[in-house]
């Protein structure tokens, strides 16, 4: 870890902040330097107190490591530009160092106009005991609403608490083990939060004493620098929800990014991309057609308006205008998106097309695990590479997990996949797209897909990011997302994907604290892609002209590669309702399994819904480890492509957007079901 500078004198609590990394607001990025008005609540008492208009190098508050606490508004300016009034201003020499020594570079991040609404809460405690000191874990996250919890987490907004669990970074050693805290639901965009932690014990029940320099804040000493009247008025938002002064081990404050910061560009280059091509502009190439098996196989380009440099290639990233947004490029002005469709034979006469969303860093070939649809006669599939994510990413993902200064490469190109996924949909429903051509007719003329009938099927990666795509996507309405997540950097720690990249990751970054804060840094990024920066858009609020969406959640119990928190993060923050009974009793280690997800009332139509199956495996470790095998049994990941009820309930969904309980009032366990040892 860098070794940082403390200024014991700085009074550091926060005030608000924001910015927009994926925005669609036009942002000025340059450096705050010079003084500018008195941020509100601030105090000056002489000239020694230059008003404070810049973002901190480090939070005095914390006296172990740079950037925490994390999520911190001490790391952002005033900006009355933004729709939070808030900026990032993450300074150059404040963010981690790869073994090379070179700091992530967070010119993107610094878009931003707030933090991440998956934020890990983080801090370093020394010799802080998780379980003696009574925070939540995972297996219990109703303990964190508790009136006497140790961490509160407060939306000032709302003047609610907000449901989290607790662990100390299990991977790190003891002296580096960062309080990580996660909340159980995404924060709402653009809210202001506290962060107030107390009465932490050690390993012997003492309790852990404050820092010097939150106890110089609490004293308001030496005397009411420029953030203390903030601090002050912090402390009395907590005194009001009931959390004494007196009894802080540590507060500070931040700021959710917004709806535009966090979905501006992604939706920016939609609204351009559509506006320049009309269903009479789409274009498209078929390379091949070949009938077996009772179903036709079509491979091909079509093409896309494309906002990456170069050929829109792995490396490249968004050309942008002078205002920071996305603009079309001028040289390569079109990405040529392959596809892979497979269709039945027989004449559609209105029959479903899916759109599927492939595996972790797969490719569209893998909508072939969908041929049963289309031999079947049910539903064609088509698939196209969802880049940023895909196969050809793969050198430049090794290359940047050694330098995440090359994030925006990754996260840039996903946002062009979800656009080009889009418009795979456009080709679909398009009577001017894919059915006028002849791979996509009978020999006699008859069309082999029905335009306006394309629904949405992701599984594991595709459901991690598939909530996005649907979220922009005015091309379908019923989704199905299989193995489903949310937050990659929650994701990522309890995967057992994650080892064969972390090889490189941890050559790279060599200080567990950094470890954990670079994954945050990049999430601010990775946002713009995946599921946490649009689930509040999917089910409910959606954007402007696109609607709403219905959606199925499918959980495995116990998966290995997509942690199940994550997936009942997901299913609440889009307003899931669970089948129950979701397991077997005493199948789950946690006090409430899927707690807070309401029953699913089969007299409603409730439009979004999540089902749990189990094979039997054992349940996942309650902390930021992945399983192995055979210790934590089989991987269940992908054994719903093989299970023929929960096909049936997947299916019946997208053609009709009714759940059907095909486990006839029992838990949805696969046929296959055995206890594995554990």
């Known amino acids: 870890m860098r070794q940082r500078t403390v200024l014991p004198w700085l009074l550091a609590s926060s005030i608000l902040i924001a910015g927009a990394a994926c925005s669609s607001s036009p942002i000025d990025t340059s450096p705050t330097t010079s003084p500018a008005t008195t941020s509100p609540g601030s105090t000056t008492t002489g000239p020694q107190d230059a008003v404070l208009t810049e973002s901190l190098h480090c939070d005095p508050l914390d006296e172990r490591a740079c950037l925490l606490p994390w999520p911190n508004d001490a790391f952002t300016v005033p900006d009355d530009t933004t729709p939070t009034g808030r900026r990032l201003d993450i300074r150059p020499d404040s963010t981690p160092l790869n073994a090379a020594g070179v700091p992530i570079d967070v010119t993107d991040q610094n878009r931003a106009d707030g933090f991440s609404p998956g934020s890990a809460i983080l801090a370093l405690v020394p010799n802080l005991d998780v379980e003696k000191s009574g925070i939540a874990p995972s297996t219990g996250i109703g303990a964190s609403l508790a009136a006497d919890a140790p961490i509160v987490l407060l939306d000032t907004v709302t003047g609610e608490r907000v449901p989290y669990w607790g662990e100390l970074d299990a991977p790190a050693p003891k002296p580096d083990q960062l309080l990580m805290v996660h909340p159980a639901i995404s924060l709402p965009e653009g809210h202001h939060f506290i962060v107030a932690i107390r009465h932490l014990k050690d390993a012997q029940g003492a309790e852990i004493q404050r820092s010097t320099a939150f106890q110089a804040a609490l004293d308001n000493t030496p005397e009411p620098l420029e953030r203390a009247r903030h601090f002050r008025e912090m402390l009395a938002t907590l005194a009001d929800a009931d959390v004494a002064p007196d009894d802080l081990y540590l507060a500070w404050d931040f700021t959710v990014a917004s709806a535009e910061s966090l979905s501006g560009r992604l939706l920016h280059i939609r609204d351009l991309a559509y506006q320049a091509v009309g269903d009479d502009q789409l274009h498209f190439a078929v390379s091949s057609s070949t009938d077996t098996d009772g179903l036709r196989t079509i491979e091909g380009t079509y093409d896309v308006p494309n906002f990456l440099s170069g050929d829109g290639a792995a490396g490249n990233s968004f050309v942008l205008g002078d205002d920071g947004l996305p603009v079309q490029n001028t040289d390569h002005p079109t990405y040529q998106a392959p596809f892979r469709c497979l269709m039945p034979l027989t004449p559609a006469a209105g029959r479903t097309t899916i759109v599927f969303g492939h595996g972790l860093l797969g490719n569209r070939g893998q909508v072939d695990g969908l041929s049963f649809a289309a031999s079947g006669g049910l539903a064609g599939v088509c698939g196209t590479d969802e880049i940023g994510m895909a196969t050809d990413d793969l050198p430049n993902l090794a290359a940047i997990l050694a330098d995440l200064s090359h994030f925006n490469q990754q996260a840039d190109r996903m946002q062009q996949g979800h656009l080009n996924q889009s418009f795979l949909g456009r080709m679909l429903n398009s009577p001017n797209g894919f059915v006028t051509s002849p791979a996509f007719q009978t020999t006699d003329g008859q069309p082999l897909l029905s335009p306006g ?76 892609g995946e599921n946490n920066g649009y689930a509040q858009h999917l089910t409910a609020n959606p954007y402007a002209g696109i609607d709403a969406k219905r959606v199925l959640l499918v959980e495995a119990f116990g998966d290995h590669q997509v942690s199940n928190v994550s997936t009942d993060i997901l299913s609440r923050t889009i307003g899931a309702q669970v089948y129950e009974p979701s397991l077997t009793a005493g199948r789950s280690p946690d006090v409430d399994p899927q707690w807070n997800i309401p029953a699913l009332d089969s007299s409603a139509d409730p439009g979004v819904v999540q089902v749990v199956w189990d094979w039997g495996t054992p349940a996942a470790p309650t902390v930021n480890l992945p399983p192995t095998e055979p210790e934590y049994g089989s991987d269940p990941h992908g054994n719903g492509g093989s299970e023929p009820r929960l096909l049936q309930q997947a299916i019946e969904f997208l053609f009709t957007g009714s759940f059907n309980d095909a486990c006839d009032g029992k838990p949805c366990q696969g046929d296959s079901f055995s206890i594995s040892p554990g």
Do not use: H, K, M
Request: hydrophobic share 45%; proline share 5%.
């Open 453 to 528: 009938t394309t629904v949405f099927v992701g599984n594991s990666q595709g459901g991690v990011i598939g909530g996005a795509a649907s979220a922009i996507s005015s091309e379908w309405s019923r989704v199905v997302l299989g193995v489903p997540g949310i937050n990659y950097s929650l994701l990522l720690p309890r995967s057992s994907d994650w080892p064969e990249f972390q090889s490189i990751f941890d050559v790279a970054y060599t200080d567990p604290v950094d470890r954990v804060l670079s994954l945050q840094l990049i999430q601010l990024l990775w946002d713009c």
